[in-house]
């Protein structure tokens, strides 16, 4: 008896996590019929499912993606005139062992106000977002003509090889910047590309992952070096009916860059380094290094399994074959050394960040 | 064996559960936090000095006993050499050895914090496996 009651209680509960959620549905309709212009749109895509953890100057101990959820919320609230997307992509987790509870949590706020509020399964095979690219189109608005489209990721390093791991709770699926890729195709589809698309991550300025992505948006706002988990501040992407009033989407994203600079140069000790990529600016020095990045990433994908070379990041400066006269067209930069380490004394940097072999 | 020694197995055992649910590298990180507060909370030169001299030999020691370890992977020795040549990095700049100039007094607030924000990048070096390993040690270290 008390084992069938416990059977009923599992049950209900899978069945309800299961279930639609119809209440949504019918707030989403009258929210609809309400509406007002949204020509603004953000999607906001935040990684949990990892090691997120860090301290601010002043000792406190916070998760970054929490953190980032809390921005992105703050924004949503404070852009009447735009719909924002919100994926919070959480670890696996099972109620009883076996019955797995949803891992994403989903927001959809339109003119400043939250409409809905969703849990949903992650891919649960290949990591594509295809679960939260299927949300992203079921709300949005699509007749609305949209003075200005933008992506934002936050997470750790996408890998451009070997993505094993990525998702902590999934240890055997793959996340690499091909995925990434696959899953921007499922947002955009046969649409335009992003305005912008802000890569909150660390190494995200690579020939490789800037061409890759650049598909995508018209520009790309990243850190070629490493980022603190502090991420970008996003209080630029405020009120967006008054900052890209003028329609100027390049100077925004110069100015989202500079502020998200100057927040972290504030805090951090380590190096800071935030760059605008102008897509299409940037494709002939892209396609000048692509053959040589492109041999790099094969050999590394080949070593990795083989050898013992000890691989790290660095300035594509620093390697003859990048430094072309294009090398910086289309980059605006923003960085500062770190204030300690052997690299202190570094006063510049490309925007591009490479990959080479040290001795193991 | 002695009864200290068996009940620091006990409670390593007690810890490596605990930390294996808790996410590892949040002790670890938490590990250099705690090393960068106890820094700022006193004003002498000599003890933040002697504060960072002692968390980064432990853990310096820690890497050198999971090093020794047959049976790791590749990853996990390329996660410890980095770590090391990390840890290694900033102890040689604190104490101005191997063409660092020394860290000067006034500069060890900032360089408790360097180093707890080094280790706080968007990069995910080190593995879960190793980062639990060295916790192990880290307090086989300090009990034992």
Not at chain 1, 67 to 78: N, R, S, V
Not at chain 1, 131 to 148: G, I, P
Not at chain 2, 13 to 35: C, P
Not at chain 2, 79 to 94: N, T
Request: aromatic share 10%.
């Amino acid at each position: 008896m008390l084992l069938m009651s416990i059977y009923c209680l599992a049950l209900s509960m899978l069945l309800s996590s299961c279930s639609a959620d119809l209440s949504v549905q019918h707030v989403t309709r009258q929210a609809e019929e309400g509406a007002l212009a949204v020509p603004y749109s953000i999607v906001c895509v935040i990684h949990g499912d990892g090691d997120y953890f860090y301290h601010d100057t002043a000792g406190q101990e916070s998760k970054a993606d929490y953190d980032a959820l809390a921005g992105a919320e703050m924004i949503a609230l404070q852009n009447p005139h735009a719909e924002v997307f919100i994926f919070h992509q959480l670890p696996r987790r099972h109620f009883l062992f076996f019955f797995p509870l949803h891992n994403g949590e989903f927001y959809y706020y339109r003119n400043g106000r939250l409409i809905a509020n969703e849990s949903y399964r992650r891919d649960q095979e290949q990591s594509n977002f295809g679960s939260e690219a299927a949300l992203y189109h079921r709300f949005r608005m699509d007749k609305q003509r949209k003075m200005a489209n933008l992506f934002f990721y936050c997470g750790h390093e996408i890998p451009e090889f070997n993505g094993a791991g990525y998702d902590a709770s999934y240890p055997d699926r793959s996340f690499t910047v091909q995925d990434f890729a696959s899953g921007l195709k499922e947002f955009t589809r046969d649409s335009e590309r992003f305005d912008i698309m802000i890569l909150s991550t660390c190494f995200g300025g690579t020939p490789y992952t800037v061409g890759t992505l650049g598909s995508f948006a018209r520009f790309i706002i990243a850190s070629p070096e490493n980022l603190h988990l502090s991420y970008f501040d996003l209080r630029s992407l405020k009120r967006l009916d008054l900052s890209m009033q003028d329609g100027d989407i390049s100077a925004f994203a110069k100015r989202f860059a500079h502020h998200a600079f100057d927040r972290l140069t504030c805090d951090l000790q380590t190096a800071v380094s935030v760059a605008v990529y102008d897509v299409d600016s940037v494709q002939e020095f892209l396609q000048s290094v692509h053959g040589v990045y492109s041999d790099t990433l094969s050999a590394l994908k080949g070593e990795i399994q083989t050898s013992t070379a000890v691989i790290e990041h660095c300035d594509c400066a620093d390697l003859p074959a990048y430094v072309l006269p294009t090398m910086n067209e289309g980059v605006d930069l923003f960085y500062r050394p770190a204030r300690f380490g052997r690299l202190k004394n570094k006063q510049s940097h490309s925007g591009w960040e490479c990959w080479r072999n040290i001795e193991p | 064996m002695t009864a200290r020694r068996v009940l620091g197995s006990i409670v390593m055992m007690l810890v490596l559960t605990l930390f294996a649910n808790a996410g590892g590298k949040e002790q670890l990180q938490k590990y250099f936090g705690d090393a960068a507060n106890k820094v700022k909370a006193t004003s002498a030169a000599s003890e933040k000095r002697e504060i960072l001299n002692a968390s980064l030999n432990t853990m310096s020691k820690a890497l050198d006993i999971v090093q020794a370890l047959p049976l790791l992977s590749k990853n996990e020795r390329d996660g410890i050499h980095r770590y090391k040549s990390a840890i290694q990095d900033k102890q040689d700049e604190l104490a101005g050895r191997n063409g660092y100039v020394r860290v000067a007094d006034g500069q060890l607030n900032a360089f408790a914090n360097y180093i707890v924000q080094d280790m706080e990048q968007a990069d995910g070096t080190v593995t879960i496996g190793i980062v639990t390993l060295l916790l192990i040690i880290i307090l086989a270290v300090l009990i034992l």
